[in-house]
């Protein structure tokens, strides 16, 4: 019997109440998750995670890519100045104009006061050698552990000198390689590198060679000359072909683009293990400036590393500012063909140390320009791009791991391109709910796309 004033509770109703509180409890903890979704969406649209690494972190990433960025200055010991003028002459010079002297003071420039001789009293003449004996290098006279013989008459040994003339190219590829890496030549031949014309626009690829050294050097030299005569590609020049060298081989390129291939608007330097949509380099360089133009991935604000235990420590009397002028990371950037002149001419007043992007930078301050950053975001890609499906279509160059099918990455990138291009035309037509649509889609893909 129930008590008086309380009516007996239905079995019944009592569970059917459970069950409501229990649905209403799963539908708030869906609608919280359904929101989140949302929002992670969202924000991946208008802040590109995949975008932003190389540059969202610039601590992180000074860390990680900063430690090759630039090595200390000393004399070079070429033994054509005089003793007591070379003892008076400073390390870091100062620029006389006001506004560059301020930038001076922030961000630092090595400077040689005193004007290049017109001839070098060490350089050796050329010996012409028949092609089937191999080139003798120049005889290599260090200056220093962190400086390169440069300026200096160096010469070409194999060349294509009317190519360009012939070909009247819009945009000019040139890979810095070993003489001794003929895989890397014939992977970029059968990717990237053989697209010729694009967008109505001709394209040319030349590899850029040192001389080889070693016991085996006879034998590369023959296969370097087959290798010419069958693809009409390779530039070599006679300075001995190394890592410290890499300043000497990017001034030589521009040496062999102002001599042989100045009709020519752009030119590409490109590291020969990058992956490069061609179609979208064309495709920028068609809107940009025609001169004093130089752009890439530009490193801002790299830190100087004052760690003495560390390869690349800056001692502060040889740098005191904390940070670096402004330069294109060497993975890969683009000029006009108007500064190849420019920039020679100011490597004469330049001190050439030995990692070669910064030295680009210093010689563009000198010149009282700056590189300039792309005009679209995650165009150039420092970390390796994962490949999914229309990840490639919007960059320009991007690193790639040493164990990824270059071959296979780029017939999928050719493979998707009218895919990825119609999605991009149907994305920005759509309405606004259309493209969260859209950008749904894209989030599934990643997961069932192949990679």
């Not at 740098?319 to 063909?337: H, K, Q």
């Not at 490639?392 to 990138?413: N, Q």
Request: with cysteine; hydrophobic share 40%.
């Amino acid at each position: 019997m129930p008590e008086r004033g309380f009516a007996a509770e239905d079995p019944s109703l009592k569970m059917k109440n459970e069950d409501n509180r229990r649905w209403c409890w799963v539908s708030r903890r869906h609608g919280v998750f359904f929101t989140l979704v949302l929002g992670v969406v969202l924000f991946l649209q208008y802040n590109s995670i995949k975008d932003m690494a190389p540059s969202w972190n610039p601590k992180q990433w000074l860390q990680n890519h900063s430690t090759k960025l630039f090595v200390p200055l000393k004399e070079p010991n070429t033994g054509l100045r005089d003793t007591k003028a070379s003892e008076a002459e400073p390390t870091i010079a100062m620029f006389t104009a006001p506004s560059i002297s301020a930038v001076l003071l922030k961000t630092g420039r090595f400077l040689s006061t005193q004007e290049p001789q017109t001839s070098h009293q060490s350089v050796i003449p050329q010996v012409v050698h028949p092609h089937s004996t191999r080139p003798t290098p120049v005889p290599y006279v260090s200056p220093g552990p962190y400086l390169v013989e440069y300026p200096y008459e160096y010469h070409f040994t194999i060349n294509e000198p009317l190519t360009c003339e012939q070909e009247k190219p819009f945009v000019v590829l040139m890979v810095p390689v070993a003489p001794h890496n003929r895989a890397h030549r014939d992977v970029i031949r059968s990717t990237w590198g053989s697209e010729r014309l694009v967008l109505d626009k001709v394209v040319r690829l030349f590899f850029l060679l040192g001389m080889q050294t070693g016991d085996d050097a006879q034998q590369v030299h023959k296969q370097l000359l087959q290798e010419s005569n069958e693809h009409q590609d390779l530039i070599q020049s006679d300075f001995v072909d190394c890592y410290k060298n890499l300043t000497i081989k990017t001034m030589v390129m521009l040496e062999w683009l102002d001599s042989f291939c100045s009709n020519a608007s752009y030119a590409m330097k490109i590291d020969s293990d990058m992956f490069l949509h061609v179609p979208n380099l064309v495709k920028m360089l068609l809107n940009a400036p025609t001169s004093n133009y130089l752009t890439g991935l530009v490193a801002y604000n790299g830190a100087v590393l004052r760690d003495p235990s560390s390869k690349w420590y800056l001692p502060p009397e040889l740098f005191s500012p904390p940070v670096y002028p402004p330069y294109a990371l060497g993975l890969g950037y683009i000029l006009s063909l108007d500064l190849t002149k420019k920039l020679i001419e100011a490597s004469r007043h330049v001190k050439a140390v030995y990692i070669e992007d910064v030295y680009l930078g210093l010689c563009m301050m000198h010149l009282g320009m700056s590189p300039t950053n792309p005009p679209e975001q995650g165009s150039f890609r420092v970390l390796p791009l994962t490949y999914y499906r229309c990840t490639f279509s919007d960059i320009i160059a991007t690193t790639t791991e040493p164990y990824v099918d270059r071959v296979w990455l780029w017939t999928e990138v050719k493979r998707q391109s009218q895919y990825c291009a119609l999605v991009k035309e149907r994305y920005q037509n759509a309405s606004f709910f259309q493209k969260i649509l859209i950008i749904l889609l894209k989030v599934v893909n990643l997961f069932i796309s192949p990679r």
